[in-house]
């Protein structure tokens, strides 16, 4: 999601150039909703490693970018055959044995956010000070319609969006207080709340409506355009660090995210006015899955913050 706006510098810099983008297979249906990629070759699922390397050797790359810094990344890279292959220097990857890889190396010194970092790589090809944009299309999708057959009248169709999971078990606020959350925006604000779940979160979402007092409903299963959509229709869109929040903050959804053993500086909300609750300063298990001191950071948020961050969020 966060390199997103690398493809459209590049669409914008080069509109007649072939971009294709190596994707593994779990994250794939997210590149079939940007219109400025070309082809979308994926890795993993059905497509073994030599096939890929087999088709990318094909195509005669001019350049292949490493964005994610990995020896994995910086590995099939190189196996492209691309006649230039660029990553970071080597203070900026994630596993610094990447840097042998690349005939190229882009420095990303003086950038804070992720995206700011993807979009320094391009400097080496040429794409300066480019605007950030995530070229993700419109698509239609029947979700917000039945999500808002659910909401009571009153509401007028109006809705926030909850969104309890992470892949990571310490970066999830606690159901009860999200649910406490749904409660007060809905006799504050006269909002109800929509609570989504991915694959193994339909507990989670459930346990936010029992806390909820009537405030909230499970939101249907969601696919990738759906997810979109909803996004885009929604008033607000609460989160810990995950990839719906980076998705609705991505098509312009108003933010509260509430971050814990990550830095929102680098991964949070990008728009001035979105909001974030954080306790990253005191959090002994920064960047870990799971916490080492009972969950200290998260547990110290407490509702009426997050309650202060959403008046906020609205108020702008």
Not at 87 to 116: K, M
Not at 297 to 304: A, N, Q
Request: proline share 6%; aromatic share 6%; with cysteine.
């Amino acid at each position: 999601m966060h390199a997103l706006p690398v493809a459209a510098a590049l669409r914008r810099t080069f509109p007649r150039a072939r971009i294709d983008w190596l994707v593994s297979a779990r994250h794939r249906e997210l590149l079939d909703l940007v219109s400025v990629i070309d082809r979308r070759v994926v890795f993993g699922g059905s497509s073994g490693a030599l096939d890929v390397v087999r088709y990318l050797r094909a195509e005669r790359y001019d350049v292949a970018l490493d964005l994610q810094g990995l020896l994995k990344s910086a590995v099939l890279a190189r196996a492209s055959g691309a006649a230039r292959v660029i990553g970071f220097s080597r203070r900026h990857l994630r596993e610094p044995f990447a840097r042998p890889l690349y005939t190229e190396v882009q420095s990303a010194d003086g950038t804070t956010h992720v995206i700011d970092k993807s979009l320094a790589l391009v400097r080496a090809i040429g794409v300066h000070d480019p605007a950030v944009e995530f070229p993700i299309d419109e698509v239609p999708a029947t979700t917000v319609d039945q999500v808002r057959q659910q909401l009571p009248v009153e509401s007028g169709g109006r809705f926030v969006i909850i969104n309890p999971g992470a892949a990571w078990p310490n970066k999830r606020w606690p159901p009860a207080r999200l649910g406490a959350v749904a409660a007060a925006i809905r006799d504050r604000h006269g909002l109800p709340s929509v609570v989504l779940w991915g694959p193994g979160e339909r507990d989670l979402a459930t346990g936010v409506v029992e806390h909820a007092r009537g405030a909230a409903v499970v939101a249907p299963e969601t696919t990738m355009a759906d997810l979109v959509a909803l996004a885009r229709a929604a008033q607000l869109f609460i989160s810990g660090d995950t990839g719906p929040l980076h998705l609705a903050a991505a098509v312009g959804a108003p933010i509260v995210g509430i971050y814990g053993p990550t830095a929102a500086e680098r991964n949070g909300p990008w728009a001035a006015d979105d909001v974030t609750v954080s306790r990253t300063a005191v959090c002994a298990c920064r960047e870990l899955r799971q916490c080492r001191r009972d969950r200290c950071c998260l547990e110290g948020i407490e509702v009426d913050e997050v309650l202060d961050a959403v008046r906020r969020r609205l108020a702008a």
